[in-house]
Structures are given as structure tokens and as C-alpha cells.
């Protein structure tokens, strides 16, 4: 099993193209059954050799299976988790401040922008059916209106815009074209 991600930033990674943390979700997923296998095969990040075996029998089973599914969500998860830790406002002051590009589902990416003071998460959002599309602009509308008010205070800041926020100037226009807005969400403010 050869799997093909994304690389998001070169500040992220480990030696071996992922970073310590990540390798270290993958190994803990069925140690029995699932071994990385070094070096990848050519043209991918990472290479696990599945002994189907070795999977356990019944609910453990079912949890191993569900788990080995997830595989890419953990690789892109734990990448993520590992830039917030190695967060330094520093690096933002330095010019590292172009968001950095997840593609968790194919035309489906999100962006990280670390500036000086703060990271952000920005989603753009894309809905199949043009209802979805009047529903999901409403809500995020209340939901900027509330997170607002004084009772939401102390939750981390969240904005909604129909265009791109300035974080994503310069960013490929495919990856900009949405049909329900930008959703901003505030990770860190030093």
C-alpha cells in the first residue's frame, strides 16, 4: 500500500519526508499488521506493507480496518499538529507567512496562514446543490453575528467572507473558486 499526499511545507517534515510525529500515529495503528517500509516506493511519500492476517478478529478487527482507512487523515492531521507546535512568531516575522496548502480531498484544500500574531485556518467552501449553498452563507453569517456578541468572548475568532481573504493573495485561482464563501478560523494569538 503506497500512499501519495500532499507535502505541505518543507518546516513540517521529518528526514524521511514526514515528520517524527506523524511516523509515530502510523506505527501505532496495528503494530501487528501494518509496517512501514523504507524507503517508499519511488513517486510517494510513504510505503506500509498491510499483513491482513494479522488484523484481529471482531470489534478490535473492525476498529484496525477502520483505522488503516483513515491513513491519509492521520498523515494530514498529524502534519497539521506538528506545524502548530513548531509554530514561532519569528518565522511569520521572517516572511513565512504564505499560507501553507492541505489537500485533504481532491479540489478540497484548506489554508494555514501563520502571521506574526496569530494562525489561521482558512476553508473554502465548496456545496453541490444550490441550496446547500443559501443554507451554509446563512449560518455562517449568524455564526460570525454571535461569535460577536460578549458571551463568545473568550472563543477563538471566526469570519465568513463571499471573496478570499488577504491571506490567500497569490494563491492558484482552482483552489480559490468556491461557491459558498471563506471560513476563517483564529488557531493562535501570542
Known amino acids: 500500500l503506497s500512499i501519495s499526499t500532499p507535502i505541505p511545507s518543507r518546516g513540517t517534515l521529518g528526514s524521511k519526508g514526514l515528520c517524527p510525529y506523524t511516523i509515530q500515529k502510523?506505527?501505532?495503528?496495528c503494530p501487528a499488521a501494518l509496517k512501514i517500509v523504507e524507503p517508499a516506493r519511488e513517486g510517494y511519500e510513504l510505503?506500509?506493507?498491510l499483513n491482513i492476517a494479522q488484523i484481529p478478529q471482531g470489534k478490535d478487527g473492525t476498529?484496525?480496518?477502520?483505522?488503516?482507512?483513515?491513513?491519509?487523515?492521520?498523515?494530514?492531521?498529524?502534519?497539521?499538529?506538528?506545524?502548530l507546535r513548531n509554530f514561532?512568531?519569528?518565522?511569520?516575522?521572517?516572511?513565512a507567512c504564505k499560507p501553507i496548502k492541505f489537500t485533504y480531498h481532491p479540489r478540497?484544500?484548506?489554508?494555514v496562514a501563520r502571521q506574526p500574531l496569530k494562525m489561521s485556518v482558512v476553508f473554502p467552501m465548496r456545496f453541490k446543490e444550490a441550496s446547500d449553498v443559501i443554507i451554509a452563507t446563512s449560518f455562517f453569517q449568524e455564526l460570525m453575528d454571535v461569535g460577536s456578541s460578549e458571551e463568545w468572548a473568550k472563543t477563538p475568532p471566526c469570519s465568513?467572507?463571499?471573496i478570499p481573504p488577504a491571506e490567500l493573495r497569490g494563491e492558484a485561482i482552482e483552489d480559490l473558486s468556491t461557491n459558498g464563501g471563506f471560513v476563517t478560523?483564529?488557531?493562535a494569538s501570542i
Open 185 to 187: 478560523f483564529d488557531l
Open 26 to 29: 502510523l506505527q501505532d495503528i
Open 88 to 95: 514561532s512568531p519569528e518565522d511569520a516575522s521572517q516572511g
Open 108 to 111: 478540497e484544500p484548506i489554508f
Open 47 to 49: 510505503t506500509l506493507r
Open 160 to 162: 465568513w467572507s463571499p
Open 63 to 83: 476498529k484496525a480496518i477502520k483505522e488503516i482507512a483513515a491513513i491519509e487523515s492521520v498523515i494530514l492531521s498529524s502534519q497539521l499538529k506538528e506545524m
